[in-house]
């Protein structure tokens, strides 16, 4: 337990905090980028309000998306309810969203 409270501790230093800041303006800032583009991308259909570190879209070929992402190596999930399939995409660092962004370009062409 002590290794735990002084793990714990340690995430409330400054440096530790400012790191975590950091990191929170990136997600938020990435995501609300991604939304923007797949909002305008004409594959996709919907993109779903976020609070969280993914955004989930609807789009023309959900499966044949998630299977494109896969074979190049990036993970997203595929989302089945309500007899539908959707892709649920995390946001991640600028140039891993940029790499699903090229993917999605790539499936759409």
């Given at each position: ?14 440096a530790?905090?400012q ?11 990435e ?7 797949l909002?305008?991308?004409p594959g996709?259909?919907r ?18 998306l ?7 190596g ?5 989302i ?15 140039e ?6 090229g ?7």
């Open positions: 337990p002590a290794a735990c409270v002084d793990a714990a501790l340690a995430q409330t230093e400054p530790s905090l790191r975590l800041h950091a990191q929170w303006h990136v997600l938020l800032s995501r609300a980028r991604l939304k923007d583009l909002e305008r991308h996709v259909r993109v779903w309000p976020s609070d969280a570190n993914f955004l989930l879209l609807s789009c023309d070929t959900p499966a044949a998630v299977d494109h992402c896969h074979a190049r990036l993970l997203v999930r595929l089945r309810g309500n007899e539908r399939e959707y892709v649920r995409l995390t946001i991640g660092q600028p891993e969203n940029d790499l699903f962004l993917a999605l370009a790539e499936q759409a062409a």
